[in-house]
């Protein structure tokens, strides 16, 4: 082989493969032929700030199945992460759609356990993220919205009022006593009322609207019956 020979062995064509590595090429190219609803997906989740550690996890995943075998979730529903894997790579739209995906209740146990350092439960965090954002996703996440309502009435989490009928009947009258004679124990013990002070309250109402948290909630179905006044 001539000098010039094997320097053209080595050197990418115009438009052909990089032949240090072709399947780089073949990569790039079936990146390229998606549909840009595709690659926004694939986009969104290699982007997003939690992927940092997984990026090149995400892209070289062997669908070896690891991370289903170990999920709880898996094990008991028909939810499956290398599925997600697989098709969060390829783009597949119907992740957007799909409500399997909220079985995961991120144990992590599939991103501690991957091969490759790929992360479903991350996967999953941007996927729910955006079944939320299209309305989708809204319907498993507005009962949660009475706890950020909590949060901004009150400062501080904990069960809000409209979960006590459940907590009741389940519970039994030992539970309604408790929380009829809670403030009376805790004022005998000396521990003081149960919520933050006004102050510390309008520092967390400051917070959740500065962050745009207070409008979350909003938006996945919060205050439904009372909606509080923004404070200026
Ligand atoms: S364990 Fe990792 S490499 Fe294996 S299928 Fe799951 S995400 Fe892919
Ligand atoms: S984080 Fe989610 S996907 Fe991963 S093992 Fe736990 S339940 Fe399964």
């Known amino acids: 082989m001539t000098d010039d020979t094997a320097k053209d062995a080595q050197a ?18 079936e990146f390229k032929s998606r549909t840009s609803a595709r690659r926004d997906l ?27 075998s170990g999920c709880p979730a898996a094990r008991f529903t028909d939810y499956v992460p290398r599925e997600v894997a697989r098709r969060a790579l390829e783009g597949d739209p119907t992740l957007l759609e799909d409500d399997s ?13 991957c091969p490759r350092k790929n992360s479903v439960a991350v996967i999953n965090q941007v996927v729910r993220s955006m079944q939320v954002e299209s309305g989708y996703g809204i319907k498993h996440v507005e009962m949660f919205a009475a706890w950020g309502e909590q949060f901004y009435d009150k400062g ?19 539970w309604k006593e408790f929380i009829a004679n809670r403030d009376a124990m805790r004022e005998e013990m000396g521990l003081g009322g149960m919520f933050p002070a006004e ?16 409008d979350r909630v909003k938006s996945v ?11 200026e």
């Open 221 to 231: 179905g919060g205050w439904k019956d009372h909606e509080p006044a923004k404070r």
């Open 156 to 174: 501080m989490g904990g069960t809000p009022h409209v979960f006590f009928s459940a907590i009741a009947e389940a519970w039994g009258p030992k």
């Open 199 to 214: 102050e510390a309250v309008k520092e967390v109402q400051t917070i959740m609207e500065e962050t745009g948290f207070f």
């Open 42 to 68: 694939v986009d969104r989740i290699v982007n997003d700030p939690r992927m940092h550690d997984h990026k090149e996890g995400f892209e070289s995943c062997i669908q070896c199945g690891i991370c289903t």
């Open 12 to 29: 990418p064509a115009p438009d052909g493969p990089n032949l240090d590595n072709p399947y780089a090429h073949i990569a790039e190219t």
């Open 101 to 113: 995906v909220w079985f995961c209740f991120y144990c992590y146990t599939c991103q501690s356990r």
